[in-house]
């Protein structure tokens, strides 16, 4: 595959590497030129590469549902968070990009050569490194400047005390990004990292919506949804489905007793259809 180039100070170069500090002097890259996803909402996922499932199963769920509504997922191809992020945004058939810390005739690791052929059909591999240029152990600190760089928002799924990610967290500090962070268990190892940076300031996620929020971006709807049910329950699903959530307006709308309403909603919420918001509120799952 034909390797592509930029010099910094080019029209085309990403406007968010040249005013980094250090930026770049050139880009190598393959795969969908950078103009087709510089300008959509982009967020950096990174972490431990020594996953643990939990890491791997919030790691997955929060990807695949922002991958699916047009968020660019950017990471570095690593064992761990980086491959779980690329091959989730894959899965869900969204665009994901790769920043190396070799050359691109250098793929680091060698065992994830396949996934970094498929990022090259959905998005793109990127280095400052020319071909021939091995993966020296400093490369894999600045190449994590290239990633935040790249990237709207960081978020970090999954983080040890002494995490290489945690350096990407410091960069995107340093370049003014937001910094986002998965809280975990407490007496896990492997979330000391995540946990720490919430203390100090980066913002806890539990759901998607803190991340489109983070990004300012609202969260895309699918349109019209039906179900299959009584006629009740499709009742009180379409009402919600159009925006109203109070639990008293759904019983004024839908006409429905207390008791009556309380069973329908319980349906819905076992069935994956709808979810409290909190308030006696309630959306679309």
């Keep these: 595959m034909i390797v592509n180039m930029l010099k910094l100070g080019e029209v085309e170069f990403p406007d968010s590497l040249g005013q980094i500090s250090h930026p770049p002097r050139q880009l190598f890259w393959q795969g969908q030129a950078l103009d087709s996803w510089l300008s959509k909402p982009k967020l950096a996922v990174v972490g431990s590469r020594k996953i643990t499932p939990y890491g791997k199963t919030v790691t997955t769920k929060l990807v695949t549902e922002l991958a699916r509504s047009g968020v660019v997922i950017i990471s570095g191809l690593a064992y761990g968070v980086d491959i779980t992020a690329h091959q989730s945004a894959l899965a869900t058939g969204g665009t994901t990009v790769a920043v190396l810390p070799a050359g691109l005739d250098s793929i680091y690791p060698v065992a994830h050569a396949n996934i970094a052929r498929q990022i090259t059909e ?4 990127i280095t400052e490194y020319p071909d021939k240029t091995t993966s020296f152990p400093g490369n894999f600190i600045a190449r994590n400047r290239i990633i935040s760089g790249l990237a709207d928002v960081l978020l970090i799924t999954e983080a040890a005390l002494k995490s290489g990610s945690l350096h990407t967290a410091r960069f995107a500090l340093e370049q003014g990004k937001t910094v986002m962070a998965v809280p975990g268990n407490i007496t896990s190892p492997f979330s000391e990292g995540c946990n720490n940076l919430i203390k100090s300031g980066a913002i806890s996620v539990t759901s998607a919506d803190d991340i489109f929020f983070a990004l300012k971006i609202s969260k895309p709807t699918t349109g019209p949804r039906s179900i299959s049910g009584t006629a009740r329950e499709q009742l009180v699903f379409g009402l919600i489905r159009e925006g109203m959530s109070a639990q008293e307006e759904i019983a004024a709308a839908s006409k429905l007793e207390g ?10 919420e076992l069935g994956g259809h709808i979810r409290p918001a909190g308030g006696g509120n309630w959306v679309v799952a």
């Design 259 to 268: 008791f009556q309403l309380a069973g329908v909603l319980t349906m819905l």
């Design 122 to 125: 959905k998005g793109t591999l």
